[in-house]
């Protein structure tokens, strides 16, 4: 099937017009036009979508596409006429220099904007700038006055180093553009996977029933990359795995695990549930986390450092759900594989009716586990014990029913903006996270950034998962460490 005969079943999205400020820079050119390329290859995004990049100095379209070209149409070999398609998709494009600092310097986009302007076309202003420049940019666009009821704003992090200064920057968004028009991105709630976190947990009942202490022994998450830092040196320095990671990321996947079921699949009741989730998490003591530093770290930003490029840490959710089972969290840099994988291990079965006459149980006692791979080779794996088959007693083996996603729905994933993307025509604010949930996940990372720092991370090798730690073992635990096919591993 093509994304095209998938079309009629997902949500119409309305013509819309898309203003990315800072559009020439990397964000707009990595992952913002080649997610919006691809839903216009798709058919979602039409002819009468319009697009307009600001930045400092003007582009030529030509310049723009050379730019644009190699992360449009790498690995879309299959795409039919993509050089021809990204031609016309660049033809909707206009391209504006203009002065965020400088009064009035929006009034002609204004103009252009306000050209056959509704009620019904969202105006959608994608901050592709520092959060420095957050304010002012706000400024030019309400003097221009395009706050209008189907204006919207694009955000993403970093929005802060901690809560005083995140709340800082969302005051001065909030000054000018209302919360339910304010669209934060994290990236990984755009994620098929993670979507599916909460079709499996909702739209199943299966699940649902053992999906609390009475049966979960313990869950873990382990988000593992096997880059360094590259030319991002200089802002990861200053966040590190906690803030750039943790903070974000991390916990909204633990959020996804762990919240009630909403009433609703909208928006506020989705996000309230999560809110919940993070004001329930127990304050950490610093003997429930690991910091690390790959070996190579410091020489790649150039001078002494004890910023963190790996976290690991055990969770405690304080509410009748939860209590008592640990989740288990991890994320660094340079590790062994690049995988993020979230593992439910149910308890151990109560009372054993093998291991007893002679019977073979190979791994004796092997827990049934749960194993939802959000990347890559996306899927699911539910770990049982059965019998070896034929003669000769009663032999028991571990074996595992898996569900691929690339393989059962054979097509390509989408990349998490474009999901994200085009959410925001739609005024879809779900996967987006709200101020309050924002600040709550501050509220539980301060205290451990605070302590954080002046810590000595651990050094740990290149390739491998990070810097030895007993959180399991003093649990009688191990990590269980993602297996990738490397042959497709990205
Ligand atoms: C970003 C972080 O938010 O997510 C990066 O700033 C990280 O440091 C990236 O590499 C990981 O995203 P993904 O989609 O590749 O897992």
């Known amino acids: 099937m093509t994304d095209r005969e998938l079309l009629p079943q997902s949500a119409a999205v309305p013509d819309s017009d898309y203003v990315i400020i800072g559009g020439t820079g990397d964000l707009s050119l990595r992952k913002i036009f080649p997610a919006l390329f691809l839903r216009y290859a798709a058919g979602q995004v039409t002819n009468d979508f319009r697009f307009f990049v600001l930045g400092r100095q003007t582009i030529t ?67 592709s700038i520092a959060p420095s420049l957050f304010s002012e940019a706000c400024q030019r666009i309400d003097e221009a006055g395009l706050v209008l009821p189907q204006s919207r704003l694009v955000v993403e992090k970093p929005l802060g180093h901690d809560r005083a200064s995140s ?17 934060r991105i994290d990236h990984y709630l755009g994620k098929e996977t993670v979507q599916n976190l909460m079709a499996l947990r909702f739209a199943n009942v299966i699940f649902e029933a053992l999906w609390n202490n009475r049966y979960i022994d313990n869950i873990q998450i382990t988000v593992a990359e096997t880059v360094g830092v590259g030319s991002r040196a200089s802002y990861y320095d200053q966040y590190g795995a906690i803030r750039d990671m943790l903070q974000n990321h991390l916990l909204q996947l633990l959020c996804l695990v762990a919240m009630e079921p909403p009433a609703r699949f909208n928006a506020d009741q989705v ?37 963190e ?23 660094g840099k340079k590790m062994t594989t690049r995988a993020s994988e979230i593992v439910i291990t149910f308890k151990n079965r109560p009372h054993d009716i093998f291991n007893k006459d002679g019977i073979t149980d190979h791994d004796n006692e092997i827990p049934n586990r749960l194993i939802i791979r959000v990347q890559p080779q ?28 690339g393989e059962t729905f054979d097509e390509r994933l989408p990349d998490a903006y474009e999901r994200l993307l085009m959410d925001i025509a739609r005024g879809n604010q779900t996967l987006f996270m709200r101020l309050d949930e ?36 003093d649990d009688g635990r191990e990590w269980v460490d993602p297996k990738v096919d490397n042959d497709d591993a990205d």
């Open 438 to 473: 924002v600040l709550a996940a501050w509220d539980f990372i301060d205290p451990l950034a605070k302590n954080a720092q002046g810590a000595i991370p651990l050094l740990y090798a290149e390739g491998t998962m990070g810097p030895p730690d007993t959180l399991l073992s």
């Open 271 to 307: 996000r309230n549930e999560k809110l919940r989730v993070l004001q329930a998490l127990r304050p950490l003591e610093m003997d429930q986390v690991v910091m690390g530093q790959y070996q190579a770290y410091a020489h790649e930003v150039g001078k002494p450092t004890l910023t």
């Open 309 to 331: 490029t790996y976290v690991g840490l055990k969770v405690l959710i304080d509410n009748w759900r939860w209590a008592g089972v640990p989740f288990y969290i991890r994320t």
């Open 167 to 183: 709340l800082e920057i969302n005051d001065k968004l909030l000054a000018v553009f209302k919360e339910s028009q304010i669209y």
């Open 61 to 127: 379209a030509e310049d723009f596409k050379a730019k644009l070209k190699p992360h449009c149409l790498a690995g879309m070999e299959t795409l039919k006429d993509g050089e021809a398609l990204l031609d016309r998709f660049i033809g909707l494009i206009e391209f504006n220099a203009i002065d965020i600092s400088a009064k009035n310097s929006m009034a002609g986009l204004a103009e252009k904007l306000m050209n056959g302007a509704d009620e019904t076309r969202p105006i959608i202003f994608y901050m």
């Open 378 to 405: 996306e899927g699911l794996r539910l770990l049982l014990t059965s019998k070896e088959p034929g003669p000769g007693g009663m032999r028991l083996f571990p074996s595992e029913l898996n569900l691929s996603f």
